[in-house]
């Protein structure tokens, strides 16, 4: 599949219905390297937009804390279905 049709597809997913862009994605392809890669946040975007998709659906909320080093994300991890980590 080619660059193109993959973030046409990508943009097009219901988590971005409400999002409203400035560029096409023809735009984004043709700024994309020709070597595919999968970062770790990749996996981790996905993984907080199902979780808060859950909680919209069930009309609940996700409660989160801060961390400001990974000690401390994993210790709150064990208990909250979100973390925010702060860049400062």
Same mark, same amino acid.
């Given at each position: $599949?080619?660059?193109?049709?993959?973030? *046409?597809? &990508? $943009?097009?997913?219901?988590? &971005? +219905? %409400?999002?409203?862009? %400035?560029? /096409?994605?023809?735009?984004?392809?043709?700024?994309? @390297?020709?070597? *595919? =890669?999968? /970062? #770790?946040? %990749?996996? $981790?975007? @996905?993984?907080? !937009? *199902? /979780?808060?998709?859950? %909680? &919209?659906?069930?009309?609940?909320?996700? =409660? /989160? &804390?801060?961390?400001?080093? #990974?000690? =401390?994300?994993? !210790?709150? @991890? +064990?208990?909250? @279905?979100?973390?925010?980590?702060?860049?400062?």
């Amino acid at each position: $599949m080619d660059t193109l049709k993959r973030v *046409e597809e &990508f $943009m097009a997913k219901d988590r &971005f +219905k %409400h999002t409203k862009r %400035h560029y /096409t994605a023809k735009d984004v392809a043709s700024l994309r @390297s020709t070597i *595919e =890669q999968t /970062t #770790p946040c %990749h996996y $981790m975007s @996905s993984k907080l !937009n *199902e /979780t808060l998709r859950k %909680h &919209f659906e069930a009309g609940t909320a996700s =409660q /989160t &804390f801060g961390a400001l080093d #990974p000690i =401390q994300v994993i !210790n709150e @991890s +064990k208990y909250l @279905s979100s973390i925010y980590v702060s860049g400062w």
